[in-house]
């Protein structure tokens, strides 16, 4: 299996602009969360599906944030408008359930808003 | 409210020294904790699970302990090797239907020769 598998891996954006993350968790998981990770912050928790619908969104920062899981293959992230202290590496984690299974991450998407 | 605590923030040791990362969760009820190594740019990967109850367990020269009563974990790395520097960030779960995992914020390791 490929893992997670996160895109872009890097993405720089001018402030005020959308910007789209994508996520393809692994096959047969049916849970998946969007994590963004900062230096002053570590992990945070932004969003949390579970079977394609949303559970706990209460991470998400403001309106500006939304994410979307069409199917059990893909979810998206989306900043819009985008600000400078939105940069961070956002990070997709997805399992199995039930609970105590463990969380496989991808490699994350570093985003720069400049 | 579920949070997750780790000390020390960072930690610089030789190579070939031991070294003990600590983790203090007040998450209930508790399910089970992970150990996650985050090498530089890359995503966290699991060293290590307990559940409640287990005190110890071993992964190579990682070795993970857990005392539920106190709500303490820690995770000692033995023979510290140059790639063992990373971020070792500890992980706990609720014992709840729909519960995401609660993160700590991370031990910075660093080893040099």
């Known amino acids: 299996d490929a893992g997670v598998i996160q895109s872009p891996r890097h993405e720089v954006t001018e402030m005020g602009q959308e910007v789209t993350l994508r996520c393809k968790p692994i096959?047969?998981?049916?849970?998946l969360f969007w994590y963004r990770q900062t230096m002053m912050r570590g992990l945070e928790l932004l969003i949390y599906?579970?079977?394609?619908?949303?559970?706990?969104d209460s991470g998400m920062p403001e309106d500006r944030f939304s994410a979307k899981m069409p199917n059990a293959s893909f979810s998206t992230l989306k900043i819009q408008p985008s600000e400078p202290r939105d940069s961070a590496v956002y990070f997709c984690a997805s399992r199995k359930t039930p609970e105590g299974t463990e969380a496989f991450f991808g490699q994350g998407t570093r985003l720069t808003v400049v | 409210k579920n949070q997750v605590e780790q000390s020390p923030q960072s930690l610089i040791i030789l190579e070939g020294k031991n070294c003990t990362l600590q983790c203090n969760y007040t998450v209930s009820p508790f399910s089970n904790l992970r150990w996650y190594k985050q090498d530089t740019g890359r995503g966290p990967v699991s060293l290590t699970i307990?559940?409640?109850?287990?005190n110890t367990k071993s992964n190579g020269r990682y070795t993970a302990t857990l005392d539920a009563d106190t709500k303490q974990s820690s995770l000692h790395i033995t023979a510290s090797q140059l790639s063992d520097s990373a971020s070792y960030i500890c992980?706990?779960?609720?014992?709840?239907?729909?519960?995401?995992?609660?993160f700590g914020k991370g031990t910075t390791l660093s080893v040099s020769s």
């Open positions: 096959s047969g998981h049916n849970s």
């Open positions: 307990m559940t409640f109850s287990e």
């Open positions: 599906f579970n079977n394609n619908v949303p559970i706990d």
């Open positions: 992980v706990v779960s609720a014992q709840q239907a729909g519960t995401a995992l609660i």
